[in-house]
């Protein structure tokens, strides 16, 4: 196959292109969220209530208190556990054995005293200066548990992305296998499998996806697995359509004539064909599957927390609509918005640059 002319046509397509790039980009973010985001701890988790609700720009000064179990190094992909303590202040004071400070906030309003010996250095309040005591901004804010907003829709795009790319191939696994062979064989075997295409097709999708969700347990990969088994239908009907019609050429119809097997067939002369189709396919359903997963988190049965997830961070705000800080919910709910629309622009280019009928 000569993929010079679609190549050459992807690049003619601003809008094929920018999507590309688009979800490239939001993918490498979610590779590296923890060597992105200003707080690389696990699940971007280090709450600050004293600081919550900040709107973006913010900054404070912080105190890190180090404590006895220390954490495990920092890793770019999984996050560090964090066993310090660090507390925003608002004001503090130094003695020569001691240092005192105020929390940040109303919360209280009196200095509370820790030892020099409770810091690892040796060189007084000079070290503990400049080890221990820094500014520290937050860019988007901070969420009502006074968590770093930036680095929670870092950390939480890795959700989006993950669940498009883990059901869109079991879609197409499931998918691909039922439909070639309803298509390949025909007669009771494929309508045995239209009858179960036709029945999955009837139950609203996202209570089936509730329903697996609740028997496989509520977690991470339950959602993807979930969303997976409710993505087949599409796939097989799509590719048992193809396979009936390809399979009345002439070159099949050779093929069968000299013996070959029919698994090769299928494998090697039918569904090589089918591959334009699936391709735009997967696109659509990358974007049904962050929509769906974010449905389902802000529904509380998707990604459980601490970890976060953009759904989840809407349903934890979308109060804050009404009052005075609708960011906090609008931020999370553009990046679903923004990653959809880029795979559903990427998937109608493709349609028209491979030439696929609808």
């Known amino acids: 196959m000569n993929f010079k002319p679609f190549l050459d046509g992807f690049k003619g397509d601003g809008w094929a292109m ?44 912080m105190l890190l208190i180090p404590r006895e179990n220390q954490s495990n190094p920092s890793s770019i992909f999984y996050g560090r556990e964090n066993a310090n303590e660090e507390i925003p202040i608002s004001e503090i004071r130094w003695s020569t054995t001691s240092l005192e400070y105020k929390r940040y906030g109303k919360a209280t309003n009196y200095f509370e005293k820790v030892s020099f010996d409770q810091f690892p250095v040796t060189g007084g309040r000079a070290e503990i200066s400049e080890k221990y005591l820094y500014e520290k901004q937050f860019l988007l804010g901070t969420d009502k548990y006074g968590r770093d907003l930036l680095s929670r829709l870092l950390v939480g795009s890795r959700i989006s992305i993950s669940i498009g790319f883990v059901a869109v191939f079991i879609s197409l696994v499931v998918g691909v296998f039922f439909g070639a062979v309803a298509g390949y064989f025909g007669g009771w075997i494929d309508r045995l499998i239209l009858w179960l295409i036709n029945v999955v097709w009837s139950i609203p999708t996202l209570l089936m996806v509730i329903a697996i969700t ?6 991470y990969w339950q959602v993807f697995v979930a969303v997976g088994l409710t993505m087949w239908v599409e796939v097989a009907r799509l590719v048992r359509g193809q396979v009936k019609s390809i399979k009345e050429e002439l070159y099949i119809q050779a093929s069968e004539a000299l013996g070959f097997s029919k698994s090769r067939i299928v ?13 735009v396919l997967s696109a659509a359903n990358f974007a049904s599957a962050i929509l769906m997963e974010s449905g389902l988190s802000f529904l509380g049965i998707g990604a459980q927390p601490p ?3 953009w759904g989840g961070m809407v349903k934890d705000h979308f109060r804050y609509l009404l009052l005075g800080k609708p960011y906090l919910a609008l931020l999370p709910g553009l990046a679903i918005m923004s990653l959809v629309l880029a795979f559903m622009t990427l998937g109608n280019s493709l349609r028209d640059l491979l030439d696929v009928k609808n």
């Open 18 to 61: 920018g999507s590309a790039l688009f979800i490239v980009f939001i993918s490498l973010c979610a590779l590296f969220a923890y060597v992105l985001a200003p707080d690389n701890t696990k699940f971007a988790n280090q709450m600050h209530l004293s600081i919550h609700s900040m709107p973006p720009g913010f900054s404070c000064q």
């Open 214 to 219: 609740l028997a496989l347990g509520r977690g």
């Open 267 to 279: 494998i090697r002369h039918i569904l090589p064909m089918v591959v334009a189709p699936l391709i």
């Open 307 to 309: 970890m976060p997830s």
